[in-house]
Nanobody, 120 residues
Framework: QVQLQESGPGLVKPSQTLSLTCTVSGGSITTSYYYFSWIRQPPGKGLEWIGYIAYSGSTYYRPSLKSRTSISRDTSKNQFTLQLSSVTPEDTAVYYC????????????WGQGTQVTVSS
């Protein structure tokens, strides 16, 4: 059974860097053809895809967030990490990590989500 678990600070100050880690169990983050993604949901709004690191190690980011986003991985720990710099209160959201496979939604798995609040 594949499981994903987000971890990281729940409170970040404006202008600082938000850093979250997703630990994956039940499957390797290098297995073809999965895309290990970060998605967020601001309060009262819909889901917003942030970016992914693919099984190959390649990355792709939402264009509007690209300048502030970095997604990396540690294959020895089977983890991938989101860093979002220069945060503002508009980055307050529930952040989810997910393992996605294009065209096979029944093979998608999500973490439970973690609340991150940006406030001084």
């Amino acid at each position: 059974q594949v499981q994903l678990q987000e971890s990281g600070p729940g409170l970040v100050k404006p202008s600082q860097t938000l850093s979250l880690t997703c630990t994956v169990s039940g499957g390797s983050i290098t297995t073809s053809y999965y895309y290990f993604s970060w998605i967020r949901q601001p309060p009262g709004k819909g889901l917003e895809w942030i970016g992914y690191i693919a099984y190959s190690g390649s990355t792709y980011y939402r264009p509007s967030l690209k300048s502030r986003t970095s997604i990396s991985r540690d294959t020895s720990k089977n983890q991938f990490t989101l860093q979002l710099s220069s945060v503002t209160p508009e980055d307050t959201a529930v952040y989810y990590c997910a393992r996605l496979r294009i065209g096979v939604p029944q093979d998608d798995y999500w973490g439970q989500g973690t609340q991150v609040t940006v406030s001084s």
